[in-house]
DNA sequence: GCAAGGATATCG
DNA sequence: GATATCCTTGCA
């Protein structure tokens, strides 16, 4: 993915990321898993009480003051890492949180991984592989930020990662030129209560409008 | 509806 | 050094 579409406003970032795909290449006698992004959150600024970037540059949020493309990895609640994408010039503290992603190939590999860190208690018999369709269960093992980091295997210890880099094992890539363009919608943002007006109620999350795996209840997607 | 879980930022 | 809080999830 072309880098000059993160280095711009994280608004138009975020919706030029709506359908890029997130590829991680084969490792460890694991396929190649590919995702296409289905739903992003904007957090721009260190004025955005939302924004890890509301306290300044420290440790934690340093790579959010750098050039765009590169990956920064949080822990949240104490177990799930969230992916995020760098935006805006260097010295301009900006990112794009991944919310979901539509799995794409690799399917069993994100379920694995998934599973591997959430124990999923129920034991339900996995339906013959025969059938073509993908079921809702598959369609959703991504629709979550914590989800998304979970099935792909990634961790804080990516942040810093250059996912525009066509030679990493972990980048993002332009939607094929002939897929339909997507309604987007533009919601306020998940579980930014605490950051109060006006942070809660800027629509700076964006979905692909009806998209079976954009996280949360049905009515927001 | 709510607990789990650990790092983070802030305060004493 | 202690503690309130957090860009979530799956289960009761």
């Known amino acids: 993915m072309d880098r000059s579409l993160l280095a711009g406003p994280t608004l138009a970032a ?28 904007a957090y721009i600024g260190e004025d955005d009480r939302a924004s890890h970037a509301r306290f300044g540059r420290t440790a934690r949020n340093a790579v ?3 050039p765009p493309g590169i990956a920064y990895v949080y822990l949240v609640y104490g177990m799930y890492d969230c992916l995020n994408i760098v935006t805006e010039p260097e010295g301009s503290p900006a990112a794009v949180l991944v919310r979901a992603v539509e799995p794409l190939e690799g399917i069993d590999a994100m379920r694995s ?11 339900r018999p996995v ?5 073509p369709a993908r079921s809702v269960r598959d369609l959703r093992l991504a629709s979550g930020p914590g989800l998304v980091a979970a099935a792909f295997g990634i961790t804080r210890s990516d942040t810093g990662r250059d996912l525009c880099d066509a030679g990493s094992s972990l980048r ?9 363009r997507a309604t ?36 927001l997607r």
């Open 184 to 219: 987007i919608r533009a919601t306020a943002r998940i579980g930014v209560d605490y950051a109060g007006p006006p942070w809660t109620t800027r629509p700076w999350r964006f979905l692909v409008a009806g998209h079976p795996s954009v996280s949360g209840p049905a009515r």
């Open 14 to 41: 975020a919706r030029a990321l709506l359908g890029a795909r997130l590829v991680r290449d084969p490792h460890d006698s694991l396929p190649r898993r590919i995702g296409r992004i289905v739903e992003v959150e």
């Open 172 to 180: 993002l890539e332009a939607p094929p030129r002939d897929e339909n």
């Open 113 to 123: 991984a998934r599973e591997a860190l959430v124990r999923d208690r129920r034991r």
């Open 127 to 131: 339906p013959a592989s025969s059938s």
């Open 64 to 66: 959010m003051f750098g």
